[in-house]
């Protein structure tokens, strides 16, 4: 099975050591399937860190995600997506992936979402810890279609 996963929770070269959690599930996955990463580095990390190295042998791509800073926080997923949109699309064209999984409600997982309903494959969300308390109530995720779900599935 190949296996795209989208989350800007991912250890990176401007920070090695995040989200360690993900890597090793990712890892374990690409043992008996075929995984691809998507990981989308914030712009402001890119002006603040020096990159360092990372090392895996999974395939990870470190697209740009341009968003305002500190304001329009509910747009954050449309941001991402237009941000992200050329390179998933590509990964999605030709590499086909049979399912689209996600770390976090959102952006990420909105993301996701969205590139699994335009190419038809199914689509899993890790939903990790204050995701749903956050966007269960949280006026940011609020009317969003990922937080009806979040809301239903608790």
């Known amino acids: 099975m190949r296996i795209l996963f989208l989350s800007n929770e991912f250890p990176g070269p401007w920070d090695p050591m995040k989200a360690l959690f993900n890597l090793g599930m990712c890892q374990s996955l690409d043992r008996t399937h075929d995984v ?15 990159p360092a190295g990372v090392e895996t042998q999974l395939r990870v791509t470190y697209p740009t995600y341009y968003f305002p800073p500190a304001v329009l926080r509910s747009y ?3 941001f991402m997506w237009w941000s992200l949109r050329r390179a998933l699309r590509s990964i999605a064209s030709h590499w086909q992936p049979d399912l689209v999984l996600s770390y976090w409600v959102h952006p990420d997982g909105e993301v996701a979402r ?4 335009e190419y038809g494959i199914p689509f899993v969300q890790i939903v990790g810890g204050s995701d749903v308390r956050v966007c269960s109530t949280g006026v940011r995720c609020r009317g969003s279609s990922t937080a009806a779900t979040v809301v239903a599935a608790c």
């Open 36 to 50: 691809r990463v998507v990981a989308p580095v914030a712009w402001t990390d890119r002006f603040r860190r020096t």
């Open 76 to 78: 954050r997923a449309s």
């Open 114 to 117: 969205r590139l699994a309903r």
